[in-house]
């Protein structure tokens, strides 16, 4: 069965680049139906999309988020990553990773399978 | 790209149905009949409840519903539960492989 995992350091500077890896068990990140996102729910708030990539490389963007972000996929880890840069308080969040399915061969356009979350706050 | 309008609150008593809309924009929930529902519980990852708007997934209770008019989704829930109560989000694809969410409601089971 599928799992995520988040893992990260939970305390970053302000001004500083956010860290995460997703850990893709009982199935692999090079799947052809799947892409890999990252959401993120500051405290007592609702999801935000972060952004999403697939193992070609391809990645997508939240807008508003987009000239700070990163997401890369590694085929020979079976991990993708998230990478936020010039961070400030208002990125303090509960951060998940999960899987996002791409064709109708599953639950098409949703996301299937969520990590249980990491918390990263953001402080001097 | 705004998130999807959802009320903050609805309530319900056992056994009665409740309705959750999402409300977004030609861009996104107009535009695709491409909307997911998520259920998350307090200090829990979301669950995924309904896809393409109105498909269950394998050990969703039918009790969950989806359905869309224009620009407006709808999560309708029968019979409610106590295990029903739960925080309950949509999320629409708005092209160009971007998905938006909606703020979130909580449901109160009375």
């Known amino acids: 069965q599928l799992q995520l995992q988040e893992s990260g350091p939970g305390l970053v500077k302000p001004s500083e680049t956010l860290s995460l890896t997703c850990t893709v068990s009982?199935?692999?990140?090079?799947?052809?139906?799947?892409?890999w996102g990252w959401i993120r729910q500051p405290p007592g708030k609702g999801l935000e999309w972060i952004g999403s990539?697939?193992?070609?490389?391809?990645?997508y963007f939240n807008p508003s988020l987009q000239s700070r972000v990163t997401i890369s996929v590694d085929t020979s880890k079976n991990q993708f990553s998230l990478k936020l840069t010039s961070v400030t308080a208002a990125d303090t969040a509960l951060y998940y990773c999960?899987?996002?399915?791409?064709?109708?061969?599953?639950?098409?356009?949703?996301?299937?399978?969520w990590g249980q979350g990491t918390m990263v706050t953001v402080s001097s | 790209q705004s998130a999807l309008t959802q009320p903050a609150s609805v309530s319900g008593s056992p056994g009665q149905s409740i309705t959750i809309s999402c409300t977004g924009t030609s861009s996104d929930v107009g535009s695709y009949n491409l909307v997911s529902w998520y259920q998350q519980h307090p200090g829990k990852a979301p669950k995924l409840m309904i896809y393409e708007g109105s498909k269950r997934p394998s050990g969703v209770s039918n009790r969950f519903s989806g359905s869309k008019s224009g620009i407006t989704a709808s999560l309708t829930i029968s019979g409610l539960q106590a295990e029903d109560e739960a925080d309950y989000y949509c999320c629409s694809y708005a092209g160009s492989k971007t998905v938006v969410f909606g703020g979130g409601t909580k449901l109160t089971v009375l």
């Open positions: 999960a899987q996002y399915c791409s064709n109708t061969n599953c639950y098409y356009d949703a996301f299937n399978m």
């Open positions: 009982g199935g692999s990140v090079s799947s052809s139906s799947h892409y």
């Open positions: 990539g697939y193992h070609s490389g391809s990645t």
